[in-house]
C-alpha cells in the first residue's frame, strides 16, 4: 500500500511522530569549546552518552542504545580506516557526518519497512585552535547542522531553541577556562532538562490554569540550580573534554565521577 | 564494527594486506639498492620502571640513508615498540598496532590487555615470516610497555619469526646488540647494584654510554652528535604512562657523565 505516494508521505509522517515520542526522555548533550579544548557533559541512568571516536573527536547520543551502537561502531570503522589508510589529520567530524552518518540515518528514516535507528547524535571536532573546532549534530532522519563555539542535542525542538538562545546569548566562545566551559554547559544542559520537563508535563496535562504561578514560561536561576540538585540525586554526571594541551595522539578525557561531582557541587555552592 | 575489536580483520576486509605472500628469496647481496636497516635498541627496567631507547641511524649497506630516524615508537599511553631490522616493515607494523591497539580502546570501551598486545605483534611477525625468510622485510623488536594488571613493567623480545621471549632484566636487538650484550649481562651480575636498582639517571647515562660503544664497533648504529645536537631516543615507561627524555637532558648528562670518558 506504500507505494502510493500518498501513503508513503503519510508513513513518514508518523515515522516522526513515533520517533519525537521515543525520544522524548532523552537526556540533553551540551558541547562547548574552551582555550584548551572542549567539554562535553550531560547526565545519564547508568547507560553512557559520551564516546571517544578518534584522536580529536567525540561522539555523543541519545535515543535507544543499540542504535546508538549500531552507528557509533559505523563511524569507529569509517574513522579508523581513513586515519590508518590516510593521516589522522583526514579524520574530520564533517566527513564523518556528510558522507557516514547522516546518509545512514536517512536511508533508515525513509525506508519505511525496516525500524529506523531511534537516536540523535552530536559529533566534537576539536581543532588545533579553538576557532577551529566545530560541532556536527544530526537528526534521527539524517538532517545535520554544523556549527561552532558549542553544539547541542536536545529531544524536543523547544528545548534545543531554548539552550541554543541561552547559549548564543550568554558570553563569547571559546569560554576561557574549562571551569567556566563546565558551568556554562551544565547551566545549558539544566535549561534543557527543565524546558523537557515542562513539555512533558503540559503532555500529561494538556490543560493547566493559566495563572497557576507554579508553572513559569522560562525559569529563573535558582530554579534551574535547584533542577541540576534534583537531577543528581537520580542520575550521573557524565563529563568528557578533548584536551588540546595534551603531548599525545589522543585528546579524549574522561573527567571522573569523582571529579566531575566536585565541580557540579561547587559551581551549585558558589553560582550567582 | 567488527565485535571483536579486531582492526586487522577490519582492515583485511577492506582488501588490505600487511604482507602479501608468498614472496620468492632474494639474497641479500644482489638486493639494489641495498635494503635500509641496521639498528641498536635496548630496554632496560630500572627503579621506576622501564627505560626504552635506540640509535637514530639508517643505513643501506655502506650508505647511511638517514641519522635521525626515530626508531623507540609510542603505541599507545603505556607501550612502546622499538624496532630493529627493515624500517619500511617495522613502521608499518607499529602503524598498525597503534590503530589496532586503539581501535580495541575505543570500540570495547576497555583497554586491550598486555598480553593481547604481545599476541597482536606476534601475530604480525608471523605473517611477515615470508618476507623475513626471503631477506626483504626482517623486523626483531622490543616490546615494552606497563602491565596494569599485573602492575608491573615488562619488556619483550622477539626472534624474525615471531618468536616471544621475555627480557627479565633487559633486552637488545639490532645489528649493535652483539657489543653491548655480554657488558649489560656483567653489569647486571657482578656490579655493585643490578640494574633493576639503578635510579633514573644511571640508568639514561649507562645507556648513553652503551650506544657509543656500540657505535664504536658497529657502523649501521649511529652515535650522538653533539654539534648537530643529535641524542638517542629514549622513553620512560611507568605507572603513570611513557615520558620521552629531552635531548636537553641527554646533552647535560653527556657532557658530564659520558663524554670526557669517551
Known amino acids: 500500500m506504500y507505494e502510493e505516494p500518498y501513503r508513503w508521505v503519510e508513513a513518514v509522517s508518523n515515522r516522526r511522530q513515533y520517533l519525537d515520542e521515543q525520544l522524548r526522555h532523552g537526556s540533553p548533550i551540551v558541547a562547548i569549546s574552551f582555550h584548551e579544548g572542549i567539554v562535553l557533559a550531560t547526565f545519564n541512568q547508568k547507560t553512557p552518552k559520551l564516546y571517544e571516536v578518534y584522536d580529536r573527536l567525540a561522539l555523543g547520543g541519545i535515543g535507544h542504545p543499540a542504535d546508538l551502537e549500531t552507528l557509533r561502531g559505523q563511524i569507529l570503522d569509517m574513522a579508523h580506516l581513513e586515519g590508518f589508510q590516510r593521516s589522522p589529520s583526514d579524520v574530520t567530524g564533517s566527513r564523518l557526518m556528510k558522507y557516514g552518518l547522516a546518509p545512514t540515518l536517512k536511508q533508515a528514516y525513509e525506508e519505511i519497512f525496516k525500524a529506523p535507528f531511534i537516536t540523535k547524535l552530536l559529533l566534537a571536532d576539536l581543532g588545533l585552535r579553538p576557532e577551529h573546532d566545530t560541532f556536527l549534530t544530526c537528526d534521527y532522519d539524517g538532517t545535520f547542522e554544523e556549527s561552532t563555539g558549542f553544539g547541542v542535542l536536545a529531544s524536543s525542538a523547544d528545548a534545543h531553541e531554548h539552550i541554543t538562545a541561552y547559549l548564543k ?52 536561576k535558582n530554579q534551574i540550580l535547584q533542577h541540576l540538585r534534583d537531577i543528581q540525586t537520580n542520575k550521573d554526571l557524565e563529563c568528557v573534554v578533548l584536551d588540546r594541551q595534551t603531548s599525545t595522539p589522543s585528546t579524549y578525557r574522561t573527567i571522573s565521577q569523582t571529579e566531575g561531582t566536585q565541580r557540579l557541587a561547587s559551581m551549585l555552592d558558589h553560582r550567582p | 564494527m567488527n565485535q571483536q575489536g579486531d582492526f586487522v580483520r577490519l582492515l583485511r576486509e577492506e582488501g588490505y594486506q600487511f604482507q602479501p605472500s608468498p614472496m620468492p628469496h632474494v639474497p641479500t647481496e644482489t638486493l639494489s639498492p641495498a635494503m635500509t636497516q641496521g639498528t641498536t635498541v635496548l630496554a632496560v627496567k630500572y627503579q621506576d620502571g622501564v627505560l626504552v631507547a635506540g640509535d637514530r641511524r639508517a643505513t643501506a649497506g655502506n650508505i647511511v640513508m638517514y641519522d635521525r630516524t626515530e626508531k623507540v615508537l609510542e603505541l599507545d599511553r603505556s607501550s612502546v615498540i622499538a624496532i630493529a631490522g627493515a624500517p619500511a616493515t617495522a613502521f608499518e607494523m607499529a602503524r598498525v598496532l597503534e590503530h589496532s591497539f586503539k581501535y580495541y580502546r575505543r570500540s570495547q570501551l576497555q583497554d586491550l590487555s ?28 622490543i616490546f615494552a610497555g606497563y602491565d596494569s594488571q599485573q602492575q608491573t613493567s615488562k619488556i619483550f623480545f622477539y626472534d624474525i619469526l615471531g618468536a616471544e621471549f621475555e627480557g627479565v632484566d633487559h633486552a637488545i636487538s639490532g645489528s649493535g646488540s652483539p657489543t653491548i650484550r655480554g657488558i649489560l649481562h656483567y653489569l647486571n651480575r657482578w656490579s655493585e647494584q643490578p640494574l633493576s636498582h639503578y635510579d633514573e639517571e644511571q640508568a639514561i647515562v649507562l645507556i648513553l654510554k652503551l650506544l657509543v660503544s656500540a657505535a664504536e664497533f658497529d657502523s649501521a648504529t649511529g652515535g650522538i652528535n653533539r654539534e648537530a645536537h643529535l641524542f638517542p631516543t629514549m622513553k620512560c615507561i611507568t605507572e603513570q604512562g611513557i615520558v620521552t627524555v629531552p635531548s636537553d637532558r641527554l646533552r647535560m648528562l653527556f657532557d658530564a657523565q659520558v663524554a670526557h670518558h669517551v
Open chain 2, 114 to 141: 598486555f598480553e593481547g598486545k604481545l599476541r597482536a605483534l606476534t601475530k604480525l611477525l608471523k605473517d611477515n615470516s615470508p618476507a623475513a625468510l626471503a631477506g626483504t622485510g626482517a623486523v626483531a623488536p
Open chain 1, 169 to 220: 546569548a550568554h558570553g563569547k566562545y571559546p569560554r576561557p577556562s574549562l571551569d567556566e566551559a563546565f558551568e556554562t554547559a551544565l547551566y545549558a544542559w539544566g535549561m534543557a532538562s527543565w524546558q523537557q520537563q515542562q513539555d512533558h508535563d503540559s503532555v500529561k496535562d494538556p490543560h493547566p490554569p493559566s495563572d497557576d504561578p507554579t508553572v513559569p514560561l522560562t525559569p529563573d
